[in-house]
Nanobody, 123 residues
């Protein structure tokens, strides 16, 4: 059974940083492209970032390029999202999932989602 557990969210002021973590189990983590998605009330979940099998490649949605950095530790079955210079528009619930990459971003591959972690950026 696929399990994805996100953590690390919180309430921060604009310009501050957060580091999100994703703990994965129930599948061969090192064989999957992994990624982060986010969702705000009333909107569809959107792609944020993805990272290749060994961490050598990454992809970001335009609004977060240069501010967010995705990473992974296959031995620990963990993935991370370092978010710097946070903006109010980054406020959302953040989720992790396996990713099917595409030119426009990526689509989630697992039907089950974790509980997500809330990120709120507000002064």
């Amino acid at each position: 059974e696929v399990q994805l557990v996100e953590s690390g969210g919180g309430l921060v002021q604009p310009g501050e940083s957060l580091r999100l973590s994703c703990a994965a189990s129930g599948f061969t983590f090192s064989s999957h492209v992994m990624g982060w998605f986010r969702q705000t009330p009333g909107k569809e979940r959107e792609f944020v970032a993805a990272i290749g099998f060994n961490g050598a490649t990454s992809q970001y949605t335009d609004p977060v390029k240069g501010r967010f950095r995705i990473s992974r530790e296959n031995a620990k079955r963990m993935m991370y999202l370092q978010m710097n210079n946070l903006k109010p528009e980054d406020t959302a619930v953040y989720y992790c999932n396996g990713v099917l990459p595409s030119e426009s971003g990526g689509t989630p591959i697992f039907g089950s989602w974790g509980q997500g972690t809330q990120v709120t950026v507000s002064s």
